[in-house]
């Protein structure tokens, strides 16, 4: 009996140890995986890194040592006409801000890796979209550790960088203006909700002050920037490089990976050599040989499941990939895994941070899992729907007069879908929109520029 606990303890350990270094690998998305491999061939002298080349005539499919289990597979070498410029715009901007981390603060490694997930998680008008929290969990260091890292940040090129928001943007012009009114500083940083249609004679009141002097505050306040000036990032999208191509060939649908999924790591063969002429090396040739073949089976594990995840949702949400959006069902994780034999939480790793494109789009992963929700006709919309009808009356409201949430509520009331004030709230805020007075404010300062 002691003998089969002790076999099953050693069985559970090496499983855990090779499920580990699967589920690092599966949850990476491919530039992500890139940074993996490239980071391992420097600590691992067995292992050549060939960088894949960037040229719109590269076939973008998985490594050719994986052997597909479907038919399509040997179909899918096709040339994508993706945008390689575009992530070489991306990275270097990226690398433009990287280029500013200074060298002469005595920054740990930590801390220069914590400054670089901060840029990495700016959003197009260089806006910080992560909260403070979750790095500092992530890290595992102070939350005051991250805001001293945040406010170095802010010192980068251009001016505003890392900001939480307009708000936080329209106050630090003003501290970097020293011929800045003092009252607009004021009305931004109390009265910012009512920017779209501030009352004069209410300011002048609360502040003391004459009215010429509260509308000279206005007029200053509209004249200032909304966003950092300088190349920024031109849509969010460039962050949203594709994984995988889903392509309609003769009706069928064809999955293929970009370039930066065909990694493959080699063996430096002249390091090998050197190696075996050393017999006192053989112990720690054989040590990084383990951790090559390792990286290796981890590799096509990897794209063997992520493959026949999107094959199986290619399945399931077949009228999406036809037909557009609005044809999404609400699909959950487990019904995937009884259809697969996969665990959700590796479902779960296999979808985390990747994109696929389709005719009409790049959308995450996830977006495939949408949830169910009833209306008043006892049918199901799912949360994907509900988002794009919520987005839908925003867009087409009146500029001057947004549309409140319980005003949204009640047009999808008159579509036939029951929705909570507090539900379409939490939709409009996950689509980054900002609520009705601040879009006012928007337009109007966007009027007046």
Same mark, same amino acid.
């Given at each position: ?213 509260? +509308? ?21 999208? +460039? ?26 790591? +080699? ?183």
């Amino acid at each position: 009996m002691k003998m089969g606990i002790n076999l099953t303890n050693k069985m559970l350990t090496k499983l855990t140890v090779d499920q580990i270094q699967s589920l690092d690998l599966l949850q990476l998305s491919s530039l992500e995986l890139k940074d993996f491999l490239y980071e391992k061939s420097l600590s691992n002298p067995l292992i050549a890194f060939p960088e894949p080349a960037q040229d719109t005539n590269q076939q973008k499919n998985i490594p050719p040592t994986l052997n597909m289990p479907s038919s399509a597979y040997k179909n899918s070498i096709n040339d994508h006409h993706f945008n390689f410029e575009q992530i070489n715009i991306y990275e270097q901007r990226l690398n433009n801000l990287y280029e500013q981390i200074p060298l002469n603060q005595k920054l740990t490694t930590v801390d220069i890796k914590i400054l670089k997930y901060l840029i990495d998680n700016l959003d197009e008008n260089y806006f910080l979209d992560i909260d403070l929290d979750v790095i500092s969990n992530k890290f595992n260091v102070t939350k005051q550790k991250v805001h001293h890292l945040l406010n170095i940040l802010k010192t980068f090129e251009p001016l505003g960088i890392g900001c939480k928001n307009i708000q936080e943007f329209l106050l630090l012009q003003m501290e970097n203006d020293s011929n800045a009114p003092f009252l607009a500083k004021n009305i931004v940083e109390n009265d910012f909700e009512i920017l779209s249609d501030p009352s004069l004679t209410n300011l002048s009141k609360k502040y003391s002050a004459p009215k010429s002097e509260i +509308e000279y505050a206005l007029k200053y306040i509209k004249k200032l920037a909304l966003k950092p000036q300088g190349t920024g990032f031109a849509k969010k999208l +460039e962050h949203q490089i594709p994984d995988i191509f889903i392509e309609t060939i003769h009706n069928e649908l064809i999955i293929t990976f970009n370039s930066f999924s065909k990694l493959n790591i +080699e063996m430096d063969n002249e390091y090998i050599k050197l190696l075996k002429e050393h017999t006192e090396a053989k112990e720690y040739y054989q040590e990084y040989m383990k951790e090559f073949k390792s990286l290796m089976a981890g590799i096509e594990r990897r794209n063997v499941t992520i493959y026949k995840i999107m094959e199986a949702l290619i399945d399931l949400q077949k009228d999406f990939f036809h037909h557009g959006e609005n044809y999404l069902k609400p699909l959950k994780l487990s019904e995937l895994s009884d259809i697969l034999g996969f665990h959700e939480s590796t479902i779960s790793r296999a979808i985390k941070h990747k994109y696929f494109q389709v005719h009409f789009g790049v959308f995450p992963l996830k977006k495939l899992f949408p949830k169910p929700i009833p209306n008043i006709t006892k049918r199901s919309n799912s949360v994907v729907l509900l988002k794009m009808k919520i987005q839908e009356a925003i867009e087409n409201e009146p500029k001057n007069s947004p549309y409140s949430d319980q005003k949204i509520v009640d047009i999808l009331k008159n579509e036939g879908i029951k929705i909570s004030r507090r539900t379409v709230t939490k939709y409009r805020e996950e689509l980054n929109i900002l609520n009705s007075n601040k879009r006012q404010i928007q337009a109007l300062l966007m009027s007046n520029q």
